[in-house]
């Protein structure tokens, strides 16, 4: 446990003493990633697709707050729906708007999950996505996951009318609005997908803010337990096909995720517990107080050396040459 402890400060002093660097660092990354989605679900221009604009569109969205990234984005998947059809690019258009307006303007430090939720969905991680937001984001993460679920869907839906559009002898005779409302907005599939992530993301975190111990633990098995049990609960209630693999892998990659960061965020030493009770004139507290691990540095000592001990150090050292047999005079 000790050195597992010193390994966590120590990265986390490394990365506090290079802050300026390292966090632009992880948000071109993740900004690159973000892009890199954006093109393998709407990929129809060959300009957003090009190394160098990725290269530059990322480092603009690291130099940025998170919403200004998540703008630029959005305005790429714009852009490429409008490369389908006129008419898909008006409705991506409302629907970032909407999504705007009744979400990220209110809660802007979640708008990372709109684009983290199709990104694991590619990397087939989906059922790994509602515990790594319940311990990152909590609560307020249940909206941007489900948006992030319809954003997936709604990529399909147009690729999908990508090669009917192609195909089609009169693209007229394509009835795009009716495509999109039955195959998003009445796909049981997300609905049921969302509602699930939903409930996983609120009863973990309801969990992991109860006042007992080892309540973190308990949230992320719990989570973990919660999501499989759900997920094959609407399988066999709608005749879903869900793979019972793939949840069981994708909730075991969101519990070892959400241990690890746990352990980073705050490993507390629960055998030190203690409880204090006090007063005042209006209220009686009971504090509960419980010390977090930590590996105590060596402590140095610096011995104060006077101008006086210098100079009988240099009167002392003929003695002790003309007296080899005597150390200690």
């Given at each position: 446990?000790?050195?597992?402890?010193?390994?966590?400060?120590?990265?986390?002093?490394?990365?506090?003493?290079?802050?300026?660097i390292?966090?632009?660092?992880?948000?071109?990354?993740?900004?690159?990633?973000m892009?890199?989605?954006?093109?393998?679900?709407?990929g129809?221009?060959?300009?957003?697709?090009?190394?160098?604009?990725?290269f530059?569109?990322?480092?603009?969205?690291?130099?940025?707050?998170?919403?200004?990234?998540v703008?630029?984005?959005?305005i790429?998947?714009?852009?490429?729906?409008?490369?389908?059809?006129?008419s898909?690019?008006?409705i991506?258009?409302?629907?970032?708007?909407?999504?705007?307006?009744?979400?990220?303007?209110?809660?802007?430090?979640?708008?990372?999950?709109?684009?983290?939720?199709?990104?694991m969905y590619?990397?087939?991680?989906t059922?790994?996505?509602?515990l790594?937001?319940?311990?990152?984001?909590?609560?307020?993460?249940?909206?941007?996951?489900?948006?992030?679920?319809?954003?997936?869907?709604?990529?399909?839906?147009?690729?999908?009318?990508?090669?009917?559009?192609?195909?089609?002898?009169?693209?007229?005779?394509?009835?795009?609005?009716?495509?999109?409302?039955?195959?998003?907005?009445?796909?049981?599939?997300?609905?049921?997908?969302?509602?699930?992530?939903?409930?996983?993301?609120l009863?973990?975190?309801?969990?992991?803010?109860?006042?007992?111990?080892?309540?973190?633990?308990?949230?992320?098995?719990a989570?973990g337990?919660?999501?499989?049990?759900?997920?094959?609960?609407?399988?066999?209630?709608?005749?879903?096909?869900?793979?019972?693999?793939?949840?069981?892998?994708?909730?075991?990659?969101?519990?070892?995720?959400?241990?690890?960061?746990?352990?980073?965020?705050?490993?507390?030493?629960?055998?030190?517990?203690?409880?204090?009770?006090?007063?005042?004139?209006?209220?009686?507290?009971?504090?509960?107080?419980?010390?977090?691990?930590?590996?105590s540095?060596?402590?140095?000592?610096?011995?104060?050396i006077?101008?006086?001990?210098?100079?009988?150090?240099?009167?002392?050292?003929?003695?002790?040459?003309?007296?080899?047999?005597?150390?200690?005079?």
């Open positions: 446990m000790a050195g597992l402890i010193q390994i966590r400060d120590a990265i986390r002093n490394f990365l506090r003493r290079f802050d300026e390292i966090t632009p660092i992880f948000c071109f990354i993740a900004a690159w990633f892009f890199w989605s954006i093109n393998k679900l709407y129809y221009s060959e300009l957003f697709e090009r190394g160098i604009v990725v530059l569109l990322s480092v603009i969205c690291a130099l940025v707050s998170a919403p200004v990234a703008l630029l984005g959005s790429v998947i714009i852009f490429n729906c409008f490369f389908v059809a006129k898909i690019g008006v991506a258009v409302l629907v970032f708007l909407v999504i705007y307006c009744m979400y990220m303007r209110m809660f802007p430090d979640c708008a990372w999950i709109l684009f983290f939720v199709p990104v590619i990397f087939k991680m059922y790994a996505i509602p790594i937001v319940a311990i990152f984001a909590g609560a307020s993460g249940m909206v941007p996951a489900a948006i992030g679920v319809f954003l997936y869907k709604f990529a399909i839906a147009v690729n999908d009318l990508n090669g009917m559009l192609t195909t089609a002898v009169k693209k007229d005779d394509v009835d795009v609005y009716s495509y999109l409302i039955d195959n998003v907005l009445k796909n049981k599939e997300m609905i049921l997908t969302g509602v699930v992530f939903a409930i996983v993301i009863l973990t975190f309801f969990i992991y803010r109860l006042p007992f111990d080892y309540s973190w633990y308990v949230a992320i098995g989570g337990l919660i999501n499989v049990l759900a997920f094959m609960i609407v399988s066999v209630m709608m005749d879903m096909q869900i793979s019972f693999g793939s949840v069981v892998f994708g909730s075991f990659i969101g519990i070892i995720v959400t241990v690890i960061v746990q352990i980073c965020k705050r490993l507390v030493d629960y055998s030190r517990k203690e409880i204090v009770q006090f007063e005042d004139d209006n209220y009686y507290y009971y504090v509960k107080a419980i010390p977090k691990y930590g590996v540095e060596k402590k140095k000592t610096v011995k104060k006077t101008g006086q001990e210098i100079e009988a150090n240099r009167a002392a050292r003929p003695a002790r040459q003309n007296n080899p047999g005597n150390p200690g005079v």
